[in-house]
């Protein structure tokens, strides 16, 4: 036992001369080429993007956005070289093309020319988002591609913060003068809903109104027919009087007759009427006193006894009969005295120059009472045209206030549609108004602007955060360097010793008298390697003395896996099985992208995996979170360093009989 744990001559062998002690030297710094170096060198290139070379091309000719001019492009242009996040070279469109293709510029930036009027357009009819052209070239770098992808995200997401806001700021000053219009159209709608309502009661005034008068209209159209009647037989009847008195007038008038002359006539007339009256009185006073004294007389006869005295009063009845009946009686006097006082009218008027009588004997002497006759003829016509045409109009109007009636009573019912719809528009305009928010000032609006151009902020937090590339990768690289020391560490140091072997020692004290020597080299490596990183690299480590633990059973675990393969296929074959299986390694490990967007083969392969094993374990002792994949991980390596030791050990005891292919190895390398 004490056999195999002695380092032996392996490394006895290497303690003389300058050239094996190099050889030593060399092999314990060789994994630093592919832990300490690749981490320094890739440790953190995304702090070094401001050194790639970028065209940038700005054709913006600028637009005009409320009334303000604006140069959205020059913003980005101004943005973008301050910001100092890229090598910015601005240039025109054929540099930046002939630079692409030629290696000179990584990526190309164009703000095109419709830039500015495409942000402005958000205040119109047709609004659409600005662009920016981003172009690559892959036969440049395909990383570096990928690198200005990433930067064009971030120049988006940039480029959305400054002109998102402005953009959106526009439309908030749009808004807020929509807003004031609102206002005024929620006035306005009050008031329309106001003198709605007085007009519908103006409407329905004016409904009852129609009615009345369609009603009067249609009284007045019965009265003008009526009138129209009258004056028609009015007419007929002056037109047939008119021709005979017009008639009669020409005679008189041809017949030299004047009748202002009978002035005097009439007044004779009068007196002489006077004189019969009072004649007719005496008369008449006569006769009744003859009557009395004769009914006197024949009173007294009857009463007389004598028969013949009796019979004279009944001979005398006749006479007395006749005074009662004949001769001027009252009614003859009263017709004398009505004559009496008729011819004093007439003569009163005939003798008044002023009278209408003498007026119109005057006429009738001149003619012109014939003239008048006509005037009157005439006018009687144009009376009864004017009641027919009256009648007509009436009839037209009457019919027409029916339909005014009609659609007064429409309108009537109409308005308090009206009112409510006005009520319901002022009352939604009124709603709008308090929905508009109030954006306050300026900065209060740019800062509602901000919110509502990014209204997702963005918060992420990073559980076990790597601080650089480097540092996230350093998981995957130690492992794949400490594999590459191993195979270096087994190309100077035999896997199995000959001399243990041909003398008989244990399969397992055999193993072992090569195995430590090795690790001693292999512990100097991940001492050396540790160091590096953590101090001139600057890796550090959330449990470094775990993390150094780990790494050194991570190569205990790859040295006696590769001895394993040098002791059952030979060292030659051995040695490309290891380099074989140290590429399925790399691809299986999910070191450089996550497993599960690798190929199927390689996530099958993933769980059988020593280095996915060593990636896993050596994450969170660097950066932190260790959980129970830790201790599967530091299982899984020791189980595969026994194994692999085990395994070696029944090789060691399979060679004790040398073969053809032992002596004579069919290859070497």
Known sequence: MLAGMSLGTELKRYSKGAMPRIAIVTVILMPLLYGA?????????????????????NEDVGASAQGESLNAGEQVETELVASGKLGVHVTDAADAADGLAHGRYYFTITIPKDFSASIASATTKDPHKAKVDFQFNDANSYLAGVIGQNAAAQVTATLNDKIGQQAVDQVLVGLTSAGAGLTKAADGADQLAAGLATADDGAQQ???????????????????????????????????????????????ADSGIKPTRYVADAARLTRDASTVLDAVGQVGAGQSQAE??????????????????????????????????????????????D??????????????KDSGLVGMLAMLENGQLAGKLGQLTDGANQLADGSAALNSGLI?????????????RQLA??????????????????????????????????????????????????????????????????PLAMFIGTIIIWMMIKPLQVRPIVGGLGGLRTVLASYWPAVLIAVAQVIVMFVVAHFAVG??????????????????????????????????????????FLMVQIVASGGIYPVETTAKPAQVLHPFDPMGYAVTGMRQLISGGVDHRLGISVAVLAGVMVGALAISSWAARRNRQYTMEQLYPPIQV
């Open 37 to 57: 170096m690749y981490l320094w060198v890739f440790w953190n290139p995304f702090d070094e993007v401001a050194k790639v070379p970028v065209a940038l091309v």
């Open 206 to 252: 004016l409904s009852d109104g129609a009615t009345e008068l369609a009603t009067n209209m249609v009284t007045a159209r019965d009265g003008s027919a009526r009138l129209a009647d009258g004056a028609s037989q009015l007419a007929a009847g002056i037109n047939s009087a008119a021709g005979p008195l017009t008639s009669t007038l020409r005679q008189v």
């Open 292 to 337: 009395q004294a004769l009914s006197g007389v024949m009173t007294q006869l009857r009463s007389s006894r004598d028969p013949a005295a009796r019979a004279l009063a009944n001979s005398l009845k006749p006479v007395q009969t006749f005074l009662r009946t004949q001769g001027v009686d009252r009614a003859t006097t009263q017709r004398v005295n």
């Open 339 to 352: 004559l009496s006082e008729q011819s004093r009218a007439l003569s009163q008027q005939l003798g008044d």
């Open 396 to 408: 037209q109007l009457t019919d027409g206030s029916q339909r005014l009636a009609a659609g007064a």
């Open 413 to 478: 019912d109409g308005t308090p549609k009206l009112v409510a719809g006005a009520d319901q528009l002022a009352a939604g305009l009124g709603d709008g108004v308090k929905q508009i928010p109030d954006f306050g000032d300026q900065t209060q609006r740019q800062k509602t602007a901000s919110n509502l151009s990014q209204p997702v902020a963005l918060t992420q937090y990073t559980h076990n955060k790597a601080p650089t590339f480097g540092a996230g990768f350093a998981p995957f690289f130690l």
């Open 539 to 580: 890796l550090d480590p959330a449990h470094p003395i775990g993390m150094i633990g780990f790494m050194l059973l991570v190569s205990g675990a790859f040295l006696a896996l590769i001895q394993m393969f040098n002791s059952v296929l030979g060292v030659a074959v051995g040695r490309v099985v290891s380099l074989a």
